[in-house]
């Protein structure tokens, strides 16, 4: 199985500012990463697939990077409805896997 | 627009049985994989389990291997997860979501199920 390890947990930022999330995979993932957004009291949302390709409707201040078993999330330039909870996720190898999570706070 | 649609959660005791549905509507849906995910109150996401898209492979998570079912019927667009011998921990929202093997693009609000006596 692998295990997704993401960092920081909790990632205090202000507006304007830039984020990087981080995601590490136990083992190669190859490009088979992906990144979502979750606000409280709604589903995830779809940011980025296949490591590095934006979603459709997502802006472009999301972008991510990496291959392998280290990835990055970056979010350019922070807005009041970025702060969310931020999830990487593997789906390259079964069992598929999610990491813990990463908050972005004010 | 696609538009995925649980139903079935509520209170089960531990030790009973369960079967959440999930309406798809707005593709393909026999065309796609189809992915079970659950996140329990206050935690993260949970993988659960996964159905192709004609519904000959099935995985599951080591969890939940041996007490959950995963199917489908393509003929009435419909995902289905049943659930056997619940645990206090499977008390979650349980998600439905588009893809399996590859990125989760449409998921579901999602329904509750509580296993508490």
């Known amino acids: 199985e692998i295990v997704m390890t993401q960092s920081p947990a909790t990632l205090s930022v202000s507006p304007g500012e830039r984020a990087t999330l981080s995601c590490r995979a136990s083992?190669?993932?190859?490009?088979?990463l992906a990144w979502y957004q979750q606000k409280p009291g709604q589903a995830p949302r779809l940011l980025i697939y296949?490591?590095?390709t934006t979603a459709t409707g997502i802006p472009a201040r999301f972008s991510g990077s990496g291959s392998g078993t280290q990835f990055t999330l970056t979010i350019s330039s922070l807005r009041s409805e970025d702060f969310a909870i931020y999830y990487c996720?593997?789906?390259?190898?079964?069992?598929?896997?999610f990491g813990g999570g990463t908050k972005v706070e004010i | 627009e696609v538009q995925l649609l649980e139903s079935g959660g509520g209170l089960v005791q531990p030790g009973g049985s369960l079967t959440l549905s999930c309406a798809a509507s707005?593709?393909?849906?026999?065309?796609?994989?189809m992915t079970w995910v659950r996140q329990a109150p206050g935690k993260g996401l949970e993988w659960v389990s996964s159905?192709?898209?004609?519904?000959?492979?099935?995985y599951y998570a080591d969890s939940v291997k041996g007490r959950f079912t995963i199917s489908r019927d393509n003929s009435r667009n419909t995902l289905y997860l049943q659930m056997n011998s619940l645990r206090a921990e499977d008390t979650a929202l349980y998600h439905c979501?588009?893809?399996?093997?590859?990125?989760?693009?449409?998921w579901g609000q999602g329904t509750l199920v509580t296993v508490s006596s």
């Open positions: 979501v588009k893809g399996g093997g590859a990125e989760f693009d449409y």
């Open positions: 707005g593709f393909s849906f026999s065309n796609f994989a």
């Open positions: 159905v192709s898209d004609t519904g000959g492979s099935t």
């Open positions: 083992q190669s993932v190859s490009s088979n």
């Open positions: 296949g490591a590095s």
């Open positions: 996720h593997q789906y390259n190898i079964w069992p598929l896997s």
